[in-house]
């Protein structure tokens, strides 16, 4: 299966060191260009850069030459991620910012995001999800303590 990602869940699988659940899960994930300028950018995390420069196979650059205009109130990352997830005819895009994934489900695409990817890779074995959640809780991502908790009971 092909996946579409936006920045933030590779920013955080990579800063947990969980991003080989990636193509354990999905196989291939296409980013599109403004994901990789995020992605490389001088104000991401210097392991995110560095994870960057050597990207591995399983993960694809895509450019997408024109976005939906009703998607201008995302951000170019959210906004492309969708557009390069509905021309490639991709079902499932990795999104964890809230307008975007209202816009991705609106257009027929199934969403997950960090949380999902982990909570996916703990049911099939792949990580513990209670050291993976510890881990997360280190980083600037942030969740609601109901989402967590709600993600933790049914696991």
Known sequence: MTV???TSPINYLVLIELQDLLPA???HVLIPGAV????QSPEAPQEIRRWMASRPNWLELREVTSTPAELRQLDDGEREAIALAQTTGTTL????EKKGRQAARERGLSVAGTLGVIDLAARRGLVS?????KK???TTFRASPQLIRAIVESS
């Not at 990789?36 to 992605?39: A, T």
């Not at 999800?129 to 959640?133: E, M, N, R, V």
């Open 129 to 133: 999800l209670l050291d993976a959640l």
């Open 36 to 39: 990789r300028r995020e992605l």
């Open 4 to 6: 579409v990602s936006d």
């Open 93 to 96: 895009i990795l999104l964890d």
């Open 136 to 138: 997360l809780e280190r």
């Open 25 to 27: 899960l999905f196989e």
